[in-house]
């Protein structure tokens, strides 16, 4: 069993619909959730941190941290052609980051 | 400001050499990490530096690999002996500390091992 496990991809979804990822995580010690997005070729960026159970929103994203059943989601509302990319659940504990493999998002214009 | 920044940006060597990845952090930041990802796959955690004390090195996949931090800053990841399975983008990040906050990606050194 992978440490961290992300939805099977690809996901796609037409402009404007709901986009939902997933994100399992095994060490129930782990304090701190990200996801970041990686555009082919490029180097991951941050989309949203969480820290505590519940929901945090940052404009048409929205992140949920549920850590007695060790899941965090991602929702990206109003899906753009833009949002198209490799999005990465990481989850660290004690300054070790565990990464998923990553779920490929395709938004269809 | 400067963001993370990585040198080679590609380096090409022959199988059974040494190669030396170089990352320079923002400014400020104690911790820094290193991470490969083999093609299509997910990030592999290999060190975290908290200033210059690596207090996890569990992720460095063989003696062949090592990693040094002088001064809180400048981190070098040794592969000795390269062999063709070493080929993969090196992504190094850091972070104001090792406590969770965000870490931030330089732009990664691809290493091909022909």
């Known amino acids: 069993q992978k440490e961290v496990e992300q939805n099977s991809g690809p996901l796609s979804v037409p402009e404007g619909a709901i986009a939902s990822l997933n994100c399992t995580y095994s060490?129930?010690?782990?304090?701190?959730f990200f996801w970041y997005r990686q555009y082919s070729g490029k180097s991951p960026e941050l989309i949203m941190s969480?820290?505590?159970?519940g929901d945090k929103e940052d404009g048409r994203f929205t992140a949920q941290l549920n850590k007695a059943s060790q899941y965090v989601s991602l929702l990206i509302r109003d899906s753009q052609p833009s949002d198209s990319a490799t999005y990465l659940c990481?989850?660290?504990?004690?300054?070790?980051?565990?990464f998923g493999d990553g779920t490929t998002l395709t938004v269809k214009p | 400001g400067a963001g993370v920044s990585q040198s080679p940006s590609n380096k090409v060597t022959e199988k059974g050499k040494d190669v030396e990845l170089r990352c320079d952090p923002i400014?400020?930041?104690?911790?820094l990490y290193w991470y490969r990802q083999s093609l299509g796959q997910g990030l592999e955690f290999l060190i975290y530096?908290?200033?210059?004390?690596?207090?996890?090195k569990s992720g460095l996949p063989s003696d062949r690999f090592s990693a040094e931090r002088t001064g809180g800053s400048v981190s070098t990841l040794t592969i000795q002996r390269t062999q063709q399975e070493d080929s993969a983008v090196y992504l190094c990040?850091?972070?104001?500390?090792?406590?969770?906050?965000?870490?931030?990606f330089g732009p990664g050194t691809r290493l091909l091992v022909l």
């Open positions: 969480i820290y505590s159970n």
């Open positions: 060490d129930r010690g782990s304090q701190s």
């Open positions: 990481a989850v660290l504990n004690a300054g070790k980051s565990t």
């Open positions: 530096f908290q200033g210059n004390s690596a207090p996890d």
């Open positions: 990040a850091s972070s104001l500390s090792a406590g969770g906050e965000t870490q931030y």
């Open positions: 400014s400020g930041h104690t911790a």
